[in-house]
């Protein structure tokens, strides 16, 4: 399979270059992630009750951001294309399954809210890093992100604010390494 038709993080389309407006629009799978992470955090760090259901909408959001992401770098072959779909089903799939297994009544008293919480986040990221390492290299950075998170809401008793900083930074940096990086020209 030729990597002619990946995404590529150093070398941005055509139409990249008309400004911050086009740039965010062409990086909007990314943007939508980072905010549904950092609200994701939020809700794991504030209102426990309701991170099960969040996360159980947040996981097939990911998949499916991370099927459309990879869809060009899967080939034109309809059998790549249909290994690619599959592969991403199972590999977000069986995430979807762990995070069931772990808010099983039976395990109420073993597992806090918390401690459940933080293991889901950090499943997450590490699904979300293999994705990137599978897919598309972006996906990654938001795996890393994830991990990072994470550990800032074990460690910090209000993390909501310093993870939507942390995710505003990695958005500028991300933004401005497109944006940089992708201009100069490269063989």
Do not use: C
């Amino acid at each position: 399979m030729s990597n002619a038709n990946q995404p590529s993080l150093t070398q941005p389309d055509a139409g990249q270059h008309g400004g911050f407006a086009r740039l965010m629009l062409d990086q909007w799978p990314y943007v939508l992630l980072f905010v549904a992470v950092v609200a994701g955090v939020a809700f794991t760090d504030m209102r426990l009750e309701f991170a099960l259901l969040y996360w159980q909408i947040l996981i097939p959001v990911f998949g499916l951001v991370a099927l459309a992401i990879g869809w060009k770098g899967a080939g034109e072959d309809s059998r790549a294309r249909t290994a690619f779909a599959v592969k991403t089903i199972l590999h977000w799939g069986a995430l979807f399954a762990l995070v069931w297994i772990l808010y099983l009544p039976q395990l109420e008293d073993v597992l806090t809210a918390e401690t459940t919480g933080l293991q889901i986040i950090f499943l997450l990221g590490l699904t979300a890093f293999l994705s990137g390492i599978h897919g598309n290299p972006r996906m990654s950075v938001i795996g890393v992100f994830l991990i990072v998170s994470g550990i800032v809401v074990a460690f910090i008793d209000d993390a909501a604010l310093m993870m939507s900083v942390l995710a505003v930074a990695v958005l500028v940096g991300l933004i401005l390494w497109q944006k940089f990086a992708g201009g100069k020209s490269s063989v």
